[in-house]
């Protein structure tokens, strides 16, 4: 947005630098960074500033991505930026990124990506929750924000680089002014041709004018599709909160106008309605969000949510209760087993990566009934050779664990009955599970057996009455409800819950 001040004379330009002096007088003294210019690559602008916030176990993180049309900008931030976050427990970081003067796209983006991988790699050094991670930013920064919110997740679990490995999935964004297309075919039809004078679009490409880029687009037509976010905006996408100024002047009135124009946020906000993604857009004037008034409001509810003791979703016309909604960990923590793998978000579901031993996730909510219910989820082994789903769930005052393709790859059953694990009890028993293949796993917990199924398989009949219900000690951080896989990468996916009045079978 353009400010035009028009000052007449002596006394306007005294009168201003008066105004400027008692501005500098209020702001508030420098807030320096927990630790700066932490480098997170080769290049010298790979690198982080990190404001810890205090608070007990690990913190959500909000990543600031700045502006300056990937051309230029800088990581400072002022303190009431970041004051508001951490006063609520969220740690805040900062980043720099290569440039396109140097670095034309991808660079700048997936420097970016690289960045957001690497705090989360430092989550146990830096008290990081991993799974409660936003990003925001103005102009490019609010692109970038946008295309990792709404990209599928780079990581690259095979990678024998640690940070590769960590997702670039994230919970919510909010930004400002932010660019929805760089695509010169898509944008010059939706602001006029002013928006081409800015050198972003050109300089994006390694372009040194729009004319070059426009004559050579073809060439370019790959990475213009790429890095607009608007194209990979899919239902499922974790929410977005979109600010713009509000001159809603069409068609765009300069290259400055333009870039930073209110209908890209327009046209994000409607494909965002099509397909059920939650979107709030905010115009002076024109739109405004029902529940967030402004930036800051949305970032700390998305990112703080989780630490609520939220009431259950509502259930569907057959009872079934949604307990993982695909996009986010919200009622969900990793389980700190030690020597744990990754816990990841990918394509709808849950991945526990391989770890040494368990890699885990277990509820936060303490809302969940304890005997007449049923659970349902859709499991898979993806790579190891032992159990891909192990279970652990309440039985009224005690815990037992269902374990699906333990002691080698076959075995399934309670864990434990009596003292005797799944191994050693009566509902053991042995089956071929296929590397990569979906089951739909079904447990039942009634006043007098627990029974489970394998797609429409039941293996499992086990009459309460006499037994001594108990666990194994190395699942008894997955109390009350978990989810867990033993030295195997495994998948969840479909996590639902339904109280019964009477068994059902």
Not at 169 to 181: K, P
Not at 418 to 427: K, L, R
Request: hydrophobic share 35%; net charge neutral.
């Amino acid at each position: 947005m353009k400010f035009t001040l028009a000052i007449s004379g002596l006394c306007a330009a005294v009168a201003l630098l008066g105004s400027q002096a008692a501005l500098a007088a209020d702001e508030e003294p420098e807030l320096k960074p927990t630790m700066a210019n932490v480098s997170y690559g080769p290049d010298e602008l790979n690198v982080i500033d990190f404001w810890k916030a205090e608070g007990e176990g690990p913190r959500p993180i909000l990543i600031h991505i700045h502006g300056g049309g990937w051309t230029g900008g800088d990581k400072a931030m002022k303190p009431e930026a970041v004051k508001p976050f951490l006063q609520k427990g969220i740690s805040y970081a900062s980043i720099n990124y290569r440039l396109t003067g140097k670095h034309p796209l991808p660079a700048p983006v997936h420097d970016a990506a690289r960045a957001l991988q690497f705090v989360r790699s430092k989550a146990k050094e830096w008290s990081i929750d991993k799974t409660r991670v936003a990003l925001t930013g103005g102009s490019a920064g609010a692109c970038t924000s946008m295309w990792l919110l709404l990209h599928d997740d780079l990581a690259d679990p095979k990678s024998d680089d640690p940070i590769a490995r960590e997702s670039t999935r994230v919970t919510a964004a909010a930004v400002a002014g932010g660019q929805t297309s760089i695509d010169p075919k898509v944008i010059e039809p939706w602001l006029g041709p002013n928006v081409l004078k800015h050198r972003m679009i050109n300089m994006a490409v390694g372009e040194k004018t729009i004319e070059g880029a426009l004559e050579n687009y073809e060439k370019h037509k790959t990475l213009f599709v790429e890095f607009s976010p608007y194209n990979h905006m899919s239902a499922g996408d974790p929410p977005l909160l979109m600010t713009y100024g509000g001159d809603m002047t069409l068609p765009s009135k300069d290259a400055g106008h333009g870039i930073h124009h209110p209908v890209y946020g327009v046209k994000m906000k409607e494909k965002a309605d099509q397909v059920g993604v939650e979107c709030h857009l905010l115009i002076p004037g024109h739109s405004k969000s029902e529940k967030y008034p402004n930036a800051n409001a949305f970032l700390i509810d998305k990112l703080l949510g989780g630490e609520k003791s939220a009431a259950l979703p509502k259930a569907d016309k057959d009872g079934w209760i949604s307990l993982f909604d695909g996009k986010t960990l919200a009622g969900w923590t990793e389980t700190k087993f030690g020597g744990e793998g990754d816990v990841l978000l990918k394509d709808g579901a849950i991945v526990l990566t391989q770890g040494n031993d368990m890699t885990g996730v277990t509820t936060t909510r303490k809302d969940l009934p304890t005997c007449n219910y049923e659970i349902r989820c859709d499991a898979r082994r993806v790579q190891g050779n032992d159990f891909f789903c192990g279970m652990t769930f309440p039985v009224k005052k005690d815990p037992c664990s269902l374990i699906l393709g333990g002691w080698g790859g076959g075995v399934c059953g309670l864990s434990s009955i009596d003292g005797m694990d799944a191994s050693e009890n009566s509902t053991s028993s042995g089956r071929e599970f296929e590397k990569g293949k979906w089951y739909t796993v079904r447990l039942q917990v009634t006043d007098d057996k627990i029974c489970a199924w394998i797609d429409a398989e039941k293996i499992i009949e086990q009459e309460l009455d006499g037994r001594r219900i108990s666990i194994r000690s190395e699942v008894d951080l997955s109390r009350p409800l978990g989810f867990s896989t033993w030295r195997t990468t495994g998948e969840l996916k479909n996590i639902r819950l339904r109280k019964l009045d009477k068994p059902k079978e």
